[in-house]
């Protein structure tokens, strides 16, 4: 199945007890998103990240839980993120932890897409149950 619909999120920075070297700059946030559409959900989650003194490198990793319901299915799966930008392209890959699944949920497996039209982001879903 693949489907698509809107998402709000929002980051907060936490503590974080490693100092970048040299003009890395290291990051600890907090991750919530509500998402809309057939994935009626919501999330919570960590993120990693090490920003480079180059103007648009950088990467991210990330965890992220998310309980609600899936187009009519209760439960909930985690999701993995792995993100690298070099000077600006990014490659962004998000994928369900295998055997994460709750509930109506269990056996789930598949990714996701991050999409931007203007200030709104969207998710692109594609997952098999």
């Avoid at 809107?6 to 290291?26: I, N, R, W």
């Avoid at 919501?42 to 990793?61: D, I, P, R, W």
Wanted: charged fraction near 20%; proline fraction near 3%; aromatic fraction near 10%.
């Amino acid at each position: 199945m693949k489907i698509k619909g809107p998402f709000e999120v929002k980051l907060s920075p936490l503590d974080f007890s490693a100092t970048g070297d040299e003009g890395v700059k290291l990051g600890r946030m907090s991750i919530a998103k509500v998402f809309q559409g057939e994935l009626a959900a919501t999330s919570v989650g960590e993120m990693l990240s090490a920003m480079t003194s180059t103007k648009g490198s950088a990467g991210y990793v990330a965890i992220e839980q998310v309980v609600g319901t899936l187009q009519g299915k209760k439960g909930g799966f985690v999701l993995q993120h792995f993100g690298i930008m070099n000077r600006g392209a990014d490659r962004l890959i998000l994928e369900i932890v295998p055997d994460s699944g709750t509930g109506e949920l269990k056996g789930i497996s598949g990714k996701m897409a991050i999409l931007f039209e203007g200030p709104q982001h969207f998710y692109e879903f594609e997952y098999f149950l």
